[in-house]
């Protein structure tokens, strides 16, 4: 998990940081590295973006927003849908930490969360959306993978699968995660600012998700 990967870490949100001249496959890597560790664990984040802040002599809010900006631009270059879902969910969990940079840059986060939304859910047969990524019961992992007409299981093909098994990418529904987290942001913060907040985000943004996703 994010311990194991713990010493690179400030590396890595140092890449993000500087805006590098990264390819976007290089960058979309680095972008879901820094998701998944905010997905699995809130100190491990913080402490990396302290340390940062300290080699560059300014403060975490310093270093959030220049990692957000670069996060909120460059998102729309990230190809992979599972990559895409998986930087949604994160952006969702930022939305309840009350983080002025998060906060500042509302419309961007709720843009991007919808546009990944959008990559995600499919309508079936009776009119519903679902999650296209879940992994759903009885569903094999195998269902996931480029590979799954491969005749023969390897190791490295099960070591997948577990992974796969245990990605928020496919255990996660992220309309029903981003609906929860508006909610607790709106008991967090009361109505009346909630409100006042939303006046940020651009209309068409607010209009797709109340239309087609859940009332904000």
Not at 91 to 99: E, R
Not at 136 to 154: A, C, H, K, L
């Amino acid at each position: 998990g994010s311990e194991t990967i713990k010493p690179i870490l400030p590396r890595i949100f140092q890449l993000i940081y500087q805006d590098s001249d990264a390819t976007p496959m290089i960058l979309s890597m680095y972008l879901s590295i820094l998701a998944l560790v905010l997905l699995s664990s809130h100190k491990i984040f913080a402490e990396t973006i302290t340390t940062l802040s300290q080699s560059h002599d300014c403060t975490e809010e310093n270093v959030l927003d220049l990692i957000l900006d670069v996060w909120l631009s460059k998102m729309c270059n990230v190809s992979q849908v599972e990559r895409r879902k998986l930087l949604g969910l994160a952006l969702a969990n930022l939305l309840t930490t009350q983080s002025r940079p998060v906060m500042t840059r509302l419309n961007g986060v709720m843009l991007n969360i919808l546009e990944a939304l959008n990559d995600t859910c499919k309508t079936d047969d009776s009119g519903v959306c679902v999650d296209s990524l879940l992994l759903m019961d009885g569903q094999s992992p195998s269902d996931f993978q480029d590979d799954s007409e491969s005749y023969y299981e390897t190791d490295h093909d099960q070591r997948k699968k577990e992974l796969i098994s245990s990605d928020p990418v496919h255990l996660i529904v992220l309309k029903d995660y981003f609906q929860s987290q508006v909610h607790q942001l709106k008991n967090q913060i009361g109505q009346t600012q909630y409100e006042q907040l939303l006046l940020t985000v651009n209309a068409d943004t607010l209009s797709q998700i109340n239309e087609y996703y859940f009332p904000l």
